[in-house]
């Protein structure tokens, strides 16, 4: 068990430009969780997937996010057209999905950096 | 509406023993976590409550008082390394984490 990965660890961009993370959860984890978290704040809650079915986003997500987790696997999120105010740490986290206790374990995040 | 209150900032001495609340409010209860996030790292699981009362883990124990709507952290034997941020979240009825923004432990000499 080598534990929740994310892929790259920090992104610099352009405003304007579109950028995609990678998270690859914890092997056998059904369910996989997209964070967001600016500095001095909890994370804030983007999405949520069990297996490959995405069943719930975020009202406060704009159209320019999107995710996707074709094979129940990895998970990918993309930011369109990234704007100043989506620096922040993306953060993916997973859990099986079963028992009551359902913990999340969180991958090392994405710092991203919109210039 | 979802609230999770917790002090913004402690400030305690190593050695020492420190307690952090957190009070909730959720549409349905399905549990209490506690986080722990260093500087520019990812939060690590600490502790779950559901049913009333003190969950001991080594210096670490967590309280829920589920009619209240209330838990606490408490860590003992503080050191140096405990100065981090603590996540209080709770679980909805949807099963969804409903986070605190985190109380800053700033240990000192």
């Known amino acids: 068990d080598t534990g929740v990965s994310q892929d790259p660890r920090h992104k610099i961009t352009k405003r304007g430009q579109n950028v995609t993370f990678r998270c690859d959860p914890i092997s056998e984890h059904n369910r996989l969780y997209w964070y967001r978290q600016t500095l001095g704040q909890g994370p804030e809650f983007l999405t949520y997937?069990?297996?490959?079915?995405?069943?719930?986003k975020s009202r406060l997500l704009s159209d320019r996010f999107s995710a996707e987790r074709p094979k129940g696997s990895f998970s990918t999120l993309e930011i369109q057209r990234t704007e100043q105010g989506d620096s922040a740490m993306y953060l993916c986290a997973s859990s099986d999905g079963t028992g009551d206790t359902d913990t999340q374990y969180f991958g090392p995040g994405t710092r991203l950096t919109v210039l | 509406g979802q609230n999770i209150d917790q002090p913004t900032e402690m400030t305690a001495t190593e050695g020492a023993i420190v307690q952090i609340n957190c009070t909730y409010q959720t549409s349905g209860f399905n549990g209490l976590f506690w986080y722990q996030q260093h500087a520019g790292e990812a939060p690590t699981f600490l502790s779950y409550n559901v049913l009333d009362g003190l969950e001991e883990k080594g210096r670490f124990s967590s309280f829920l008082s589920r009619s209240k709507g209330y838990s606490y952290l408490l860590l003992k034997e503080l050191q140096m390394k405990d100065s981090a941020s603590y996540l209080c979240a709770a679980m909805d009825s949807n099963y969804q984490l409903i986070w605190g923004a985190g109380t800053k432990l700033i240990i000192k000499p």
């Open positions: 997937f069990q297996n490959e079915a995405q069943l719930e």
